[in-house]
């Protein structure tokens, strides 16, 4: 194995050519779309959009994660992901172990790396990891032998989620070059927004982040995207529209981010009437958990422009694809 | 090894030999291995379609990816392709393609594969290529060409549809 120095030097091997001149994944860990070029993340829907097949046999399993163990490592709280990520390691016949913070021994003052060590010699090949702080399944990277998938850090990077927004744009509309996406909402805590700005941007897209200036940081520009306060301005011009779930539980410190839910729902919420002046075929997104009535009413949400129980369906592909993946490159 | 001429002489007697025994009451479907066995397949489904009119032909593409028992020994994932068996196994006659066998274990991946989706009445192998090497106790039913190839050597079998030509090669490893 190579010499582990930073994360991303060590999980990305030289030769990326199989047989055939054929591309072939090397990467034995996944922390963030930012870390990954057009062609690796191409390679993930590619594979995701085989595993979807899966899905839909009489017999929904296949043996190629038979024997391995998959650990979830849920520091902070997740329904969806969780659940995902559980369902894939079993569809591939892989064993699940489910670590959550609460009630364990972090509660006791273990420190997370010697959670992870400890979990890793119970003898883990792949750990799922979610953490409230940004770059800490980089850090564990670093220091364990199993291949890492981050699930979601902080206000870092959701790569999963990131992937599975993209894999779905590309399954409804065809393709993803040339489109104009919208990220609305609380950029500032949202590492959904992060993941998606990376992966869309490198497969040829163009985002627009739009939010209240209090959730918008001016920083986010350096990253490619433009910025609008002016959710009405945008939304005609716009293929995609992704609408952010406002996190409340990261509204830390003094003062509120807007003066009121129903402002905010006013300003920025995508309701019937602002679908209305849309392009026709606009995909609504949103990552989810909902809160009806803030950022989505209900009737948009629930309506033929939405693909929001489509993006959980795919999820599910897609972290089979990354699930698969990453333990083929951790082989030798 | 095989001229383009040979090779199509090779595939009329695997054609023959395998579709002689087909029973007119079975629901025939033809099943290829990717990436040769499926065009392999796809030109078998083609005749018999022409040669039994009316009757059911199906047609399935297997890819076996997931069941290797050689996953964990290889080094990086090239891409996996979907399986496509949108019809019943349940009961059918079965065809199985593929271009070269040796260990058999490519066979091995694929009946496991296609026990997932049902309980075929018969299986029958049909290779291009019996090349010797086997590692298990598997045999083909309808051979094409038989080679006596030494294990550090390659068979390549090269198609139209895949490569833009046509013929059987043999390679040093």
Same mark, same amino acid.
């Given at each position: ?5 930073? !994360?991303?030097?060590? !999980? ?19 922390? /963030? %779309? ?69 009630? !364990? ?39 364990? *032998? !199993? ?6 850090? /902080? ?23 040339? %489109?104009?996406?919208?990220?609305? +909402? ?36 350096? &990253? ?6 002016? %959710? ?28 009121? &839910? ?16 849309? *392009? ?7 990552? +989810? ?42 082989? *030798? | ?30 099943? @290829? =291995? ?19 009119? @009316?009757?059911?032909?199906?047609? @399935? ?23 496509? =068996? ?17 260990? @058999?274990?490519? =066979? ?61 090669? =043999?390679?040093?490893?």
């Amino acid at each position: 194995m190579a010499k582990r120095e930073f !994360s991303s030097a060590r !999980s990305s091997a030289p030769v990326e050519a199989g047989e055939d001149g054929q591309f072939v994944w090397t990467r034995k860990d996944l922390l /963030g %779309l930012d870390e990954l070029s057009e062609r690796q993340i191409v390679h993930i829907l590619d594979t995701a959009e085989s595993f979807k097949e899966v899905s839909t046999r009489s017999i929904k399993k296949v043996p190629a994660l038979r024997g391995k163990v998959v650990g979830l490592l849920f520091f902070e709280d997740s329904t969806r992901t969780r659940m995902s990520f559980e369902l894939a390691a079993s569809r591939m016949s892989a064993d699940t172990i489910l670590f959550t913070s609460k009630g !364990s021994s972090v509660a006791k003052g273990e420190t997370t790396l010697d959670t992870v060590r400890n979990i890793e010699a119970m003898g883990v090949d792949i750990f799922v990891i979610r953490h409230g702080q940004s770059g800490a399944p980089h850090v564990i990277a670093r220091k364990v *032998k !199993s291949s890492i998938v981050n699930a979601g850090d /902080g206000s870092h990077e959701h790569p999963t989620q990131g992937l599975l927004d993209i894999f779905t744009i590309r399954q409804r509309l065809g393709r993803v070059k040339g %489109l104009k996406a919208a990220i609305v +909402g609380d950029i500032a805590h949202s590492r959904v927004a992060r993941s998606n700005i990376i992966g869309l941007q490198k497969l040829g897209a163009e985002v627009v982040v739009v939010g209240p200036p209090t959730l918008v940081p001016p920083a986010i520009k350096e &990253m490619g995207c433009s910025i609008s306060h002016d %959710l009405d301005e945008i939304l005609p011009q716009v293929d995609v529209v992704n609408m952010l779930r406002i996190q409340f539980e990261r509204f830390t410190g003094a003062g509120a981010a807007f003066p009121s &839910m129903r402002e905010y729902a006013n300003m920025y919420g995508l309701n019937a009437a602002r679908l209305k002046r849309c *392009k026709k075929n606009i995909l609504v997104m949103h990552p +989810g958990p909902i809160n009806r009535g803030l950022e989505i009413t209900t009737e948009v949400a629930d309506g033929p422009n939405s693909c929001i129980l489509q993006q959980v369906t795919n999820g599910l592909a897609v972290r089979m694809a990354v699930l698969y993946l990453v333990s083929q490159a951790a082989e *030798k | 090894m095989l001229t383009a001429k040979q090779v199509e002489q090779a595939l009329d007697r695997l054609y023959k030999a395998a579709t002689d025994q087909v029973p007119r009451d079975a629901a025939v479907a033809v099943v @290829g =291995i990717r990436t040769r066995g499926e065009t392999l397949a796809a030109r078998m489904v083609g005749r018999l379609r022409a040669d039994l009119p @009316g009757r059911t032909v199906n047609h @399935g593409i297997l890819d076996i990816t997931f069941y290797r028992d050689d996953l964990s020994r290889r080094r990086g994932a090239p891409l996996v392709r979907a399986t496509e =068996i949108d019809f019943d196994l349940d009961d059918a006659w079965v065809i199985l393609v593929d271009d070269v066998l040796q260990t @058999g274990r490519s =066979i091995r991946a694929a009946l496991d594969a296609l026990h997932d989706f049902g309980r075929p009445r018969v299986v029958r192998l049909a290779v291009l290529i019996d090349r010797g090497g086997r590692q298990l106790p598997i045999a083909a039913d309808y051979i094409g060409k038989q080679l006596d190839v030494p294990d550090n050597q390659t068979v390549r079998v090269k198609l139209k549809e895949n490569d833009g030509q046509e013929g059987v090669f =043999i390679c040093s490893k």
